[in-house]
């Protein structure tokens, strides 16, 4: 049950994450953005509210709106003209002059999407967004600015255009990044979480030793409670201050076997971070040394011998060999993970190609073997859907 526990609650606490690695590292799930739904469609225009008639079951009227055409944004029906006027079937309460933006895909007839009520700066906003095929910095400097926009459509859609982002885009943008403002961001209660885990990887690519303090200060708070975002906050740190800010956090969420365990899996989402974007700041084996602190920690054990593996970790070959059988590791999803890895572990080859096998193969290929004759089950279920490149 603890280890089914373990693997859920990494799971839910992935939800602040990119999905892909393509994705801003911790943001939210990706969505299309205004910009993306308003060049896909086939037909856009800028209407305001004229009218409409509430649905009446007795006659089998659904109801009507009638908008009339304030701007053509482009219109491959070649129907609508400004002063125009579109009516469609269904009622939307609204006042008189009241804008909404209507996109439409074109066949036979237009099949509109349900209008969205916007501003006028709504409007010019998504209007004078650059196209996908703009150069990142510019397409993203653009967004930059509407981060916390008052009007939350514009606030919101441009966080989306980040979360759709791969980080090494957002990268480029360091000059750019108005640093006071991101670190104001950071530390209002207001901000939406959701935003500070982005926040925090902005600060750390423009911040000063005075940001990076402010960051570990915010790593440090005493809590029980999950924070979403904190585990870009602690990248931007790690941005900053490279191996020394890296021993901060192992002896704080790492070493600390007391802290929340949300804490601890946000470290090790950092440590993830580091490696895969910015391993010219810590080295891999620094990294590597971190995450094998953790498999002093049962309750993360599976991840972190995972992690070990996709890292070629070889050097706890032994260490996990002894795991298996010890009492506190001996949960089906560890003994698993330990299998995986003596799978990944017995197809290493030398670097030279005539060379000896690898010291780890030979006793990955032996431990295997005994695990075989002494655990045939459990190692039947670690190889079923396991493929090893």
């Not at 993203?140 to 791969?166: C, S, T």
């Not at 902005?202 to 585990?231: C, H, V, Y």
């Not at 895969?276 to 002093?296: G, N, W």
Request: glycine content about 4%; some cysteine.
């Amino acid at each position: 049950m603890r280890s089914v526990l373990t693997l859920t609650t990494a799971i839910a606490l992935s939800i602040g994450a990119a999905r892909t690695t393509e994705a801003c590292p911790f943001c939210e799930a990706p969505s299309l953005t205004l910009t993306e739904q308003l060049n896909q469609s086939d037909v856009a225009a800028l209407v305001q509210w004229v009218e409409s008639k509430p649905l009446d079951r007795e006659e089998g009227f659904p109801g009507s709106t009638t908008y009339e055409v304030v701007e053509v944004v482009h219109d491959a029906s070649n129907t609508l003209e400004k002063g125009g006027q579109v009516t469609l079937k269904r009622d939307r309460a609204a006042q008189k002059g009241d804008l909404f933006l209507l996109l439409g895909t074109n066949g036979t007839t237009i099949e509109w999407s349900s209008p969205l009520e916007v501003t006028e700066t709504a409007f010019q906003y998504m209007k004078q967004a650059p196209t996908r095929e703009t150069a990142p910095v510019e397409r993203l400097g653009y967004f930059l600015q509407f981060l916390e926009w008052q009007d939350p459509l514009i606030a919101n859609d441009a966080y989306a255009e980040f979360a759709n982002a791969p980080y090494k885009d957002i990268a480029l943008l360091a000059d750019e990044i108005p640093r006071e403002s991101v670190r104001d961001w950071i530390m209002d209660p207001n901000t939406p979480p959701t935003r500070i885990g982005l926040y925090g990887l902005l600060l750390g690519l423009s911040g000063n030793e005075d940001d990076a303090q402010m960051m570990l200060d915010k790593i440090l708070e005493p809590t029980q409670e999950f924070r979403l975002g904190i585990n870009g906050v602690m990248s931007g740190y790690m941005l900053l201050t490279g191996e020394e800010g890296l021993a901060k956090i192992e002896d704080a969420k790492l070493r600390d076997e007391d802290a929340p365990f949300s804490e601890t899996y946000a470290a090790m989402q950092s440590l993830r971070f580091m490696w895969t974007y910015a391993p010219e700041r810590i080295s891999k084996e620094r990294l590597r040394q971190s995450m094998r602190i953790l498999l002093e920690r049962p309750e993360l054990a599976d991840l972190v011998v995972t992690d070990l593996a996709r890292w070629h970790d070889w050097s706890v070959v032994d260490r996990l060999m002894d795991m298996y059988d010890e009492e506190e590791y001996s949960i089906p999803s560890i003994k698993r993970a330990i299998v995986r890895f003596f799978l990944v572990a017995e197809k290493v080859k030398p670097e030279d190609e005539e060379g000896p096998t690898p010291e780890a193969a030979e006793k990955a290929a032996d431990y295997l073997a005994q695990l075989r004759e002494n655990d045939p089950e459990t190692v039947k279920q670690a190889e079923r859907f396991f493929f090893v490149n």
